[in-house]
C-alpha cells in the first residue's frame, strides 16, 4: 500500500481536528478527499506527511512508518502544502534545484531531471523568472514540479487547484492523470503496477472530486463516508428532484413544507429537491397539488441523476 | 560537506545577496555605527564652554585666565559684566562653567589668600567631574607657577620642589583616547546584534511565508536546517568583524596588538551566543516583528550591562552579578584586551571559559527547542 493510516488522531486543545480517521490508498489511485472547510483535510495531510504529530494511531508511507522512519517515509512523499510556499525570491530553476538536493539528488542528475520536470508541467521557459512572478496557476505548476523532481511513489496535494482559473485547473489535472497513468516518470525498469505514483489531493470542488478513483468524505474530523464517485452518488439514487415552474420563491417555501422533503437548493431557473429515502413517489403527488393550491404554475418535476455536489450537502447538513 | 547542507547555505547566500534590506543591515549598518559611536560615545571633555566675571581685570586676572585657556578643557566663551548674565548664561546652557574672579583679587594674591568661584553646571555629572578636576588642576598648577616664581625671586636659592612626586605612567591607551576603549565595543556589539537578528528573522522567516512547510517534509534533518540556516550569518558576521577592525584601525587609530587569528577564534566563539539567542527567539516568535523584539528585549540589557558604554565597577553589586549572564561582558573585556594589551589565550583563559559555556547552553537550549514540525 502506498499509503495506510490505522486510527490516526489530533487535537489542538480540546477540538479534534482529526478523530479515529483511517485510510488506505493502493498504488496508482487518485484519492480525492473533499469536506467542508475545517473538516480536518489539512491536519489529515500534514499527519500522514510528518510535518504533525499524531496524538495516537499509525502511518505508513509505502512500508515506512512515518512516526519512526520518518525521514524514509519523507523520501517517498511529494507533499504541496495548500499556500504557495516556495521561495519568491528565488528563480524557478533554483527553486527546483534547491527542493531537488535537499531531497538527495546527486550534482549531476538534478539538472536534467528539473528540466525534465519543468517542462512536464510546462514552465521550462519561465526558468529564470522569480517565482514571485508567476501567476498563481503557475506557481501550483512550480509547487507540484518541486514536489515531484524526486520521483515520489506518494503525492500529497491540499487544495492544490484553489483559487485557480478553470483552464489552469484543466491542465493541472491532465498532469495528475498522466502521472499516474505513466508508471512513473520515465524510468521504464518500475513499470510494473507496485511502482505507480499514487496521489491524495484534497479539493472543494467536486468536478475534481468526481476525476477521483475513490474519494472520502470528511466530517468533524471524521472519515464520514468513502468509495468511488459513482458509489456515492448512489447513496442518493431516485432522492434528486428537479422541479421547475413560477413563482420559484414561493414554491421553494411550498416544497420546504412537504413531508418527505428533506432539502431544497436552487439552481438558477429551478429547484433540485432532495427526498427521503423511498418518499419520491409520494413527494411526485402531492407537491403538484399543492402547488396547484397555492395558485402557481408546475412546468415539470423529474427524478435527476445524484451529483457529488448533492452528497456534499447531505453529507455536510448530517451532521448539524 | 553533504549535499543537503551545502545546497540549503547556497540558497540562503542567493537570499541574502537578493535582499537589499538584509544586505543594508551586513554591510552598511556595521560601518555606520563604527562612525557613529567612534566620534558620538566618547567620554573626553573638550573645550567646555566657560563664561568668566572679571571683576579684578588686572594683569594678575588676565594671567589666570590664561592658564584657562592654555588647556583644551575649556574654551572662554563670554566674558560677561554682572554675576546675573553670567548665571542666565549657564541656565540657558550656552556656558557650561563659569569664573568669577572677585575685584580684590590682585591685592589679596599678594597677601597669598586669593580666592577665586567656579561654578560648574552639574546637570550633565560626567562632563562636570571632568571638568571638575580639570578646573582644580589648572588652578594648582596656576598656583604652583606663581610660588615658585616668587620663591626664585625672592633669590634665596631655594628651589620649589614637593616632597613627593607622583610619576603617572598610562599603559596600552596612552592618550587616554575613547575610541579605543568604544570600538573594541562596537565590534562586539554589532557582532552579537547582527547574528541574532539575523538569524532570529531568517528562521521566522520561512514560517511566516510558509515556506517552512516545504521545508519540513524534505528529509533535512534538524541539525542541517539549523547549521544552514545560521553558518551564512556566521561567516558574514565574522567578515564584519574583519571590516569594523580595520576601519577602526585605519580610522580611528585603534591598535590591533593580538594575532587576527586569535581575535577572529574569540569572535567566532562569542557568535555561539548571538546564534543562539537568535535561534531560541525564533522558536518563540511567530513573525518577524516579534522575533526583532525578542531579540532587541535581550540586547538592551546586553549593552547597558556589559560594559559597554558604563563601567561595570561603578555599578551596584546586583547589576553586577546580573552581568555575569550577559555573555557580550566577557567578549568585551576580552576584546578590549586583545586589541589593547595584546596578550595571549592564556591572561584570557577564564573570559574565553564563560564565553564558550554560555554559547554552548545557549545553543542546546535552542537546539532542543528548534524542531522541526509545524505544532
Same mark, same amino acid.
Given at each position: 500500500m502506498s499509503i495506510e493510516a490505522l486510527h490516526l488522531r489530533k487535537t489542538f486543545g480540546h477540538l479534534?481536528?482529526?478523530?479515529?480517521l483511517s485510510l488506505t490508498i493502493p498504488p496508482g489511485e487518485i484519492y480525492g478527499l473533499v469536506g467542508a472547510?475545517?473538516?480536518?483535510k489539512t491536519t489529515t495531510m500534514r499527519l500522514l506527511c510528518g510535518a504533525l504529530k499524531a496524538d495516537s494511531g499509525e502511518t505508513r508511507v509505502c512500508g515506512f512508518d512515518?512516526? *519512526?522512519q520518518t525521514e524514509k517515509a519523507r523520501e517517498q512523499i511529494g507533499y504541496l502544502s495548500? *499556500?504557495?510556499?516556495?521561495?519568491?525570491?528565488?528563480?524557478v530553476l533554483e527553486n527546483i534545484r534547491f527542493f531537488a538536493e535537499v531531497r538527495g539528488l546527486k550534482p549531476d542528475e538534478w539538472y536534467p531531471r528539473s528540466m525534465e520536470i519543468l517542462e512536464f508541467v510546462g514552465l521550462a521557459d519561465f526558468k529564470? *523568472?522569480?517565482?514571485?512572478?508567476?501567476s498563481g496557476g503557475m506557481k501550483q505548476k512550480l509547487g507540484l514540479a518541486s514536489a515531484l523532481v524526486t520521483r515520489p511513489k506518494v503525492l500529497l496535494l491540499d487544495?492544490?487547484?484553489?483559487?485557480?482559473d478553470p483552464v489552469t485547473r484543466q491542465d493541472f489535472w491532465q498532469l495528475i492523470i498522466r502521472l499516474v497513468s505513466q508508471? *512513473?516518470?520515465?524510468?521504464?525498469?518500475?513499470?510494473?503496477?507496485?511502482s505507480r505514483v499514487s496521489v491524495l489531493i484534497s479539493t472543494p470542488y467536486m468536478d475534481e472530486a468526481a476525476r477521483c478513483h475513490r474519494v472520502g468524505f470528511m466530517r468533524q474530523g471524521q472519515l464520514v463516508a468513502e468509495g468511488t464517485p459513482g458509489e456515492l452518488r448512489s447513496l442518493l439514487d431516485g432522492q434528486i428532484l428537479e422541479l421547475r415552474g413560477s413563482p420559484l420563491t414561493e414554491i421553494r417555501h411550498l416544497a420546504a413544507d412537504v413531508?418527505?422533503?428533506e432539502n431544497v437548493q436552487a439552481f438558477g431557473d429551478r429547484l433540485h429537491l432532495r427526498v427521503m429515502q423511498g418518499q419520491a413517489g409520494a413527494v411526485g403527488q402531492s407537491l403538484p397539488e399543492r402547488i396547484q393550491a397555492a395558485g402557481g404554475t408546475l412546468v415539470s418535476l423529474r427524478p435527476l441523476p445524484p451529483t457529488l455536489e448533492d452528497v456534499f450537502i447531505m453529507l455536510s447538513a448530517e451532521g448539524r | 560537506m553533504n549535499s543537503r547542507l551545502s545546497s540549503i547555505i547556497r540558497k540562503e547566500f542567493i537570499q541574502i545577496f537578493r535582499d537589499k534590506r538584509t544586505l543594508a543591515l551586513i554591510l552598511v549598518i556595521p560601518v555606520m555605527q563604527l562612525f557613529l559611536l567612534g566620534y558620538a560615545?566618547?567620554?573626553?571633555?573638550?573645550?567646555?564652554p566657560l563664561a568668566v566675571f572679571d571683576q579684578s581685570n588686572s594683569p594678575q586676572s588676565r594671567a589666570l585666565l590664561d592658564s584657562y585657556r592654555a588647556a583644551?578643557?575649556?574654551?572662554?566663551?563670554y566674558v560677561t559684566g554682572s554675576e546675573a548674565e553670567l548665571q542666565s548664561l549657564i541656565e540657558r546652557g550656552q556656558a557650561a562653567a563659569a569664573l568669577i574672579i572677585p575685584p580684590d583679587y590682585a591685592n589679596r594674591l599678594a597677601d597669598g589668600d586669593a580666592q577665586v568661584a567656579f561654578i560648574l553646571d552639574g546637570s550633565d555629572p560626567s562632563v562636570a567631574s571632568t571638568a571638575l578636576s580639570a578646573a582644580q588642576l589648572i588652578g594648582q598648577n596656576h598656583a604652583t607657577g606663581i610660588l615658585a616664581s616668587r620663591i626664585a625671586r625672592s633669590g634665596q636659592g631655594l628651589k620649589l620642589q614637593p616632597p613627593v612626586q607622583v610619576l603617572t605612567t598610562v599603559w596600552y591607551n596612552p592618550d587616554l583616547v575613547s575610541a579605543h576603549f568604544m570600538i573594541p565595543g562596537v565590534i562586539g556589539m554589532i557582532l552579537f546584534a547582527i547574528t541574532a537578528i539575523l538569524t532570529a528573522t531568517a528562521v521566522v522567516r520561512e514560517r511566516e511565508r510558509g515556506t517552512i512547510e516545504q521545508l519540513i517534509v524534505t528529509p533535512i534533518r534538524s541539525g542541517e536546517l539549523v547549521i544552514g540556516k545560521i553558518l551564512p550569518y556566521t561567516l558574514l558576521a565574522l567578515f564584519d568583524t574583519v571590516v569594523v577592525l580595520f576601519a577602526g584601525h585605519w580610522w580611528?587609530?585603534?591598535?590591533?596588538?593580538?594575532?587576527l587569528a586569535l581575535i577572529l577564534g574569540i569572535s567566532a566563539l562569542f557568535l555561539l551566543s548571538g546564534l543562539g539567542i537568535g535561534l531560541f527567539a525564533s522558536t518563540i516568535a511567530n513573525t518577524q516583528q516579534e522575533a526583532m523584539l525578542t531579540v532587541w528585549m535581550t540586547l538592551l540589557p546586553s549593552i547597558f550591562l556589559s560594559?559597554?558604554?558604563?563601567?561595570?565597577?561603578?555599578?551596584p553589586d546586583v547589576l553586577q552579578w546580573i552581568s555575569y549572564a550577559i555573555p557580550l561582558r566577557y567578549y568585551l573585556s576580552i576584546i578590549r584586551v586583545l586589541l589593547?594589551?595584546?596578550?595571549?589565550?592564556e591572561s584570557i583563559l577564564p573570559d574565553v571559559i564563560a564565553l564558550t559555556l554560555f554559547g554552548l547552553a545557549i545553543m542546546t537550549a535552542a537546539a532542543l527547542r528548534f524542531r522541526k514540525r509545524l505544532d
Open positions: 479534534a481536528a482529526v478523530d479515529d472547510d475545517g473538516a480536518g512515518v512516526a *519512526r495548500q *499556500r504557495f510556499s516556495l521561495y519568491e525570491d528565488l528563480t529564470d *523568472r522569480f517565482a514571485g512572478q508567476l487544495e492544490p487547484t484553489t483559487g485557480v508508471p *512513473r516518470l520515465p524510468n521504464p525498469e518500475l513499470s510494473n503496477i507496485e413531508e418527505g422533503v | 560615545a566618547t567620554n573626553d571633555v573638550r573645550n567646555v583644551d578643557y575649556f574654551q572662554i566663551a580611528f587609530g585603534v591598535p590591533i596588538r593580538s594575532s560594559g559597554f558604554f558604563f563601567p561595570l565597577q561603578a555599578m589593547l594589551k595584546g596578550v595571549g589565550l
